[in-house]
């Protein structure tokens, strides 16, 4: 495994591992527990979205909280705005210190002057399985291919190709980096005579967290709870 690229909210690898495998890892990423806005009280809505629309956005808000996540967690979160103008996540205040929004300038609604928005947040544990709200980030991956050239190729080859593989040395096309051919196959269509591209064994693995859990924990938990399926269908079979 090599990490190829590390963001804050996001890492890639490349390793060499099955596509089928890699699959079943990135549809692990549903079962993975996270904390999202599951109930609402309203008691006053005075901006031009109805208490549905509010809702929702609410619920889509990520968040994040150092206490361990199971099926019984509850935590509240209050939000009272009567400012003029548009209502952030980040006015929500939770009633523990150790849970909070992920992003604290997502808008929410919009409030003339005058106007108030009151409400009452119940954030509870759920999978993605359930509802999106509960997805913790997103893990996606393709096949890395060895690009060789048979021969000298026209200049055109370059920009001709969308993702920069190759780049111009010494008035000759090379390839700059086949780990960027996602196999488009652009370049074939006109030079499909001077190029070879190659499946390798390797795949390019992107992990990408929305902010609750990082990319690394949602790899490592994806794993664990495919093992954990496999282990109890192997019991059953037994």
Do not use: W
Not at 103 to 111: E, V
Not at 132 to 149: A, D, H, Q, T
Not at 170 to 182: A, I, L, R
Request: with cysteine; aromatic share 6%; net charge neutral.
């Amino acid at each position: 495994m090599e990490l190829v690229n590390k963001k804050e909210n996001q890492i890639t690898f490349k390793t060499e591992i099955s596509e089928s495998l890699a699959n079943s890892i990135r549809r692990y990423v549903s079962h993975i527990l996270t904390l999202a806005v599951d109930e609402i009280e309203i008691s006053k809505n005075d901006s031009p979205l109805y208490d549905e629309t509010i809702a929702h956005r609410i619920g889509l808000i990520p968040l994040k909280t150092n206490k361990t996540i199971n099926g019984k967690i509850e935590i509240n979160f209050d939000l009272d705005s009567q400012k003029e103008g548009f209502v952030y996540s980040g006015e929500m205040v939770s009633s523990e210190k150790n849970a909070e929004v992920v992003y604290d300038k997502m808008p929410i609604t919009i409030l003339p002057k005058g106007h108030e928005l009151k409400l009452k947040a119940t954030a509870k544990a759920g999978i993605g399985r359930e509802h999106s709200k509960f997805s913790p980030g997103m893990i996606f991956y393709r096949e890395i291919f060895n690009v060789k050239l048979n021969g000298n190729c026209p200049l055109e080859l370059i920009d001709i190709c969308p993702k920069k593989v190759f780049e111009e040395k010494n008035n000759k096309v090379v390839v700059k980096d086949s780990q960027k051919c996602d196999f488009c196959e652009e370049c074939l269509i006109k030079f499909n005579d001077k190029i070879k591209i190659e499946p390798t064994k390797e795949v390019l693995i992107t992990v990408e967290s929305f902010g609750q859990i990082p990319p690394k924990e949602i790899f490592k938990k994806s794993i664990e709870n495919l093992k954990k399926d496999l282990s109890d269908i192997s019991k059953k079979i037994k």
